[in-house]
DNA sequence: CTACATGCAAATCATTTGCTTGGCA
DNA sequence: TGCCAAGCAAATGATTTGCATGTAG
C-alpha cells in the first residue's frame, strides 16, 4: 500500500477514505497506468480483497470528480482511468487502430494554449486531452505483408 | 439534398449510395456540426423519411470506415459524428462541464506534430483529436452569483 | 449512534447483431 | 436475379441504481 501517497491524494477530499478506496486507488498508483474499471475490479479480486464493481465505479466517480484521477475515453465503448498528479505529468495517448494498444507521449502542445482559449474565447480549461489514432510500429509493419 | 457535395463524398467508396445512406450523409451535410446518430435518426423521422436507427448506426460506421466522417467521444457514452473533409478544415472541441455545450474551435496545433510522431515514435497518425474540458463563459458568470 | 459506504441484483442506455424481406446493379 | 442493404426486435456490454446491510467517524 502506497500509504504515503494515498495520504497526499486524498488530504482535502469531503469524503471517507475507506479501506475499499484506499485499495482501488493504491492499484491505480502501483499500475501507474490508463486501466479500465474492469481491470481494477479483477486486479482487486486476485488479491483477498473482493471489491464489488459497482463499488468500483463508484469510487471512480468519486475520484474523478475530486481531481485526483482523469478518465479518458477512446474511440470505444469503455473507459480509461488514470492517476492525476504532477509527477504524472501532461501526456497524451497514441490509439492503434488496427491492435488497440494505447501508447503515452509526452506533452507536445504549446505551453499558452490554454491561456489563448481564455482570452480569445473566454473558455475555462481544466483539462486538456489529445489522442491521436492511426498506426503503431508492429501494425506498419505487418500490413506490409 | 446536396447532391454534388454527396457525389464528391461518396466518389470513391465501395459500397452502394443507397436512398437512405444519401440522406444521412445530407442531415450531416445540411447540420453542419458534430451530431449523435439519435440526433440523425430523429431529424429524419420528422422528414417523410423514417430510417431504422440501426441503419443510422450501420451507415455511421461505414462512412468512418471511409473516412467520410469523423467519430467524437467526449467523455459522456454516446458519440458524436461529423463530416471530415478539407473545408470543415481541422478544428477542436471545448466541453463545458458545467451545461455540456460543446464549443468548436480554430486549429491550434502546431503543424508539425505529427510529422514529429512518424519520426520520433513510429506512429503513423492518421487523425488528431483534441478535447478541453473546462466552463464555458456564461457558465463562469453563472457560479459567480 | 448515525450518516455515509458497500454489495448484490436488477435496470438502463447506447450500440450491435440476427434474421427476414426489400431493392439496386 | 443475385447480393448487398434495411428494418425490426432481441442481444450485448458498460455503467448506474435501488435497497438492505455494514462501518467509519
Redesign the interface.
Known sequence: MHEKMIKKLTANVDFRVTKQRKKILDVLISQDQHLLAQNIYEILREEDSKVGLATVYRTLDLFEESGIIK?????GDS?YYEINDEHHGNHHH?I??SCGAV?E?DE???ED??E??EE??????????????????NC?KNSDE
Chains 1, 2 share one sequence.
Open positions: 478518465k479518458r475515453k477512446f474511440n473507459a497514441l492503434c487502430k501508447i507521449v507536445l502542445l504549446p494554449i490554454e489563448r482559449l480569445e474565447e473566454g473558455f475555462q480549461v481544466e483539462d486538456l486531452c489529445l489522442q491521436m489514432y492511426g498506426y503503431c510500429e506498419q
